[in-house]
């Protein structure tokens, strides 16, 4: 920290504000280093977590101040660990990851239970839901949402549990095509699986 403080004032000796910055740095320094590193490595995080305060501090006088200010660290390094991968080249490999996390997210209802992750699931249903047809959207709910075996399914739907699962593994296909051929989507549900789980 004692290095990121020297190039932090090296110009700013001066500031007012450089008390507040001083202590606002002490108080959220570990937490951002940790989710840094574990995110990528012990070197690379330390630049990171030094990048984002320093940008913190050239933007100082307009961030919050109050409660909302770990949000706003935690937003800016989730965006710079996201920098972080794409410069490196490891994008694609995260889409990867992001694929096999969305078929085991869909396909079996634990595969995420955190508070965190959950809100990652909600994202991709939420996606789904715009893109299928209504018989596939409410085949898609009973499945996801409400955990139905195909069995459950077919009964519900008048159809056999084959023809569940076929129309199910289409629905998913759909949902996977359409996150990779949005790369906007893409990178904001990599933005995600980056700052929540661990490689």
């Known amino acids: 920290m004692s290095a990121l403080k020297k190039i932090s004032f090296h110009h700013t000796s001066g500031s007012s504000g450089q ?32 990048d984002v305060l320093l940008s913190l501090w ?40 992001l694929e096999v996390l969305l078929n085991d997210t869909l396909e079996s209802p634990d595969a995420i239970n955190s508070d965190e992750l959950h809100g990652l699931k909600e994202t991709i249903i939420s996606e789904a839901l715009e893109i299928l047809s209504p018989s596939q959207r409410q085949l898609f709910i009973l499945r996801v949402n409400h955990h139905y075996s195909y069995q459950k399914i077919a009964q519900q739907l008048g159809i056999d549990a084959g023809s569940a699962r076929v129309l ?27 700052l929540f789980t661990i490689p």
């Not at 910055?21 to 590193?37: P, S, T």
């Not at 006088?61 to 490196?88: C, Q, S």
């Not at 949005?182 to 980056?194: E, M, Q, Y």
Request: no cysteine; proline share 3%.
């Open 168 to 194: 199910y593994s289409r629905a998913l296909k759909q949902v996977k095509a359409h996150i990779k051929a949005n790369p906007a989507l893409s990178a904001s549900l990599i933005s995600s699986f980056l």
């Open 58 to 97: 050239v933007k100082w006088e307009d961030v919050p101040k109050d409660e909302t200010l770990e949000f706003y660290l935690l937003h800016a390094l989730k965006l710079r660990i996201f920098k972080y991968y794409r410069t490196n080249g490891r994008y694609q490999a995260h889409l990867k990851k």
């Open 19 to 50: 008390a507040e910055f001083e202590a606002a740095v002490a108080a959220y320094w570990d937490k951002l280093l940790g989710i840094a590193v574990a995110k990528t490595n012990p070197h690379d995080a330390f630049d990171i977590v030094q």
